[in-house]
């Protein structure tokens, strides 16, 4: 059982930037992760995933150039590094691992994931 806690979500303006944590419970070394997020009346999707070393790592075309996805393994800790916010990226962001299989390459599905943070709220607003 892992446990994940995002933080670092809030109210920033347009253009400006948030680092977004994720703890865990426990060791991420060997497990693919991701971050996904769902705006209101939308579906969860992903933004960003990496394996486990992040090696691989995949970003939406519309956070590509953005958004950067790190990990430090040593502190069972993952990032989102989001600058030049917009509006549209405003939802709740939860962070994801998958324990179940193999880390080696990233997945960027929302069913291949076994463990979820609560998410936290990001609002890119004037």
């Known amino acids: 059982q892992v446990q994940l806690v995002e933080s670092g979500g809030g109210l920033v303006q347009p253009g400006g930037s948030l680092r977004l944590s994720c703890a865990a419970s426990?060791?991420?070394?060997?497990?693919?992760i991701g971050w996904f997020r769902q705006a209101p009346g939308k579906e969860r999707a992903g933004i960003s995933c990496g394996s486990d070393s992040n090696s691989f790592t995949w970003y939406a075309d519309s956070v590509k150039g953005r958004f950067t996805i790190s990990r430090d393994n040593a502190k069972n800790t993952v990032y989102l590094q989001m600058n030049s916010l917009k509006p549209e990226d405003t939802a709740v962001y939860y962070c994801?691992?998958?324990?179940?299989?193999?880390?080696?390459?990233?997945?960027?599905?929302?069913?291949?994931?076994?463990?979820w943070g609560q998410g936290t709220q990001v609002t890119v607003s004037s």
């Open positions: 994801a691992t998958r324990t179940s299989n193999s880390g080696s390459y990233y997945v960027t599905q929302v069913a291949e994931y076994d463990y």
């Open positions: 426990g060791t991420l070394d060997p497990y693919a």
